[in-house]
């Protein structure tokens, strides 16, 4: 699709006049008209403002010129796997396991490589395949290439080795000692808890971006631990496979 018909299609569904359209990204009724003729596009900021109100890439909005990659661990990106600054606008660099609310989640290449290997490999694709082709592949991307220069200081590394801590410190019986923390998307460990009166609750924001691990249960069977936390507050819990049967251990504001 072209530019024009994607605005008109993205207006319609959200139910704006071209005047409403306007005034939301701050041109004329006649601007937008031109947009949806196809006589112009929309400059730079405007894209930026029209990517924000529609909740779709500048990278759509002109048509999917791009085929866009995380500069950070390469995996494909689609809208709804792309990060986001805190004010709300796209970062079409990266992927939201990546970066998320203005913070590069990964510092140690072989730590990203293990979290992805780990949901790359299979039959068709061994372990140590995969991990060989995240090896070769990494280095060219431009986050690390860059790295020196994206580096917060220590800042954010520091700060998942005090939440790793903090988490230990809780002495949580039959879990393991957490070593490390990844990032996760919400939407991929928000689990239903049953409440003693009956009612089901989710903790999580499915569009959140966390820092977790799943650990096997130091008394063996079928169950796993859990483990999400950001700034605010540490949940664990145990389920079974696939998220199975989810009970709530610990929900602990920080």
Not at 23 to 52: C, M, Y
Not at 194 to 208: H, I, M, R, T, Y
Not at 226 to 236: P, R
Request: hydrophobic content about 35%; proline content about 3%; charged content about 30%.
């Amino acid at each position: 699709m072209e530019t024009k018909d994607i605005i008109r299609e993205l207006r319609t569904k959200k139910e704006l006049s071209q005047d409403e359209l306007a005034e939301k990204v701050f041109v004329t009724r006649q601007a937008v008209s031109r947009w949806e003729n196809g006589d112009t596009i929309p400059n730079t900021e405007t894209l930026k403002l029209l990517s924000k109100l529609f909740d779709v890439s500048i990278n759509t909005l002109l048509g999917s010129p791009r085929k866009l990659i995380c500069q950070c661990c390469g995996m494909p990106l689609e809208d709804s796997s792309i990060s986001k600054e805190t004010d709300g606008f796209f970062n079409e660099e990266y992927c939201k396991w990546c970066y998320a609310d203005g913070e590069y989640m990964y510092h140690d290449m072989d730590d990203l490589i293990e979290v992805c290997v780990g949901h790359m490999a299979s039959e068709a694709f061994p372990t140590e395949q995969a991990r060989a082709y995240m090896k070769e592949m990494l280095p060219k991307l431009d986050y690390w290439k860059k790295y020196k220069n994206l580096d917060d200081g220590g800042k954010f590394e520091e700060f998942k080795t005090g939440l790793i801590a903090e988490i230990n410190a809780l002495h949580v019986e039959g879990m393991p000692k957490l070593e490390k923390l990844n990032a996760l998307v919400g939407g991929y460990v928000n689990l239903e808890y049953c409440l003693p009166n009956g009612k089901s609750v989710k903790f999580l924001d499915d569009n959140a971006t966390y820092l977790g691990n799943q650990l096997e249960s130091e008394f063996g069977g079928d169950r796993c631990f859990g483990i999400v936390a950001n700034m605010d507050f540490i949940l664990i819990c145990t389920y079974e496979e696939n998220g199975e049967n989810p009970e709530l251990v610990i929900y602990k504001k920080r």
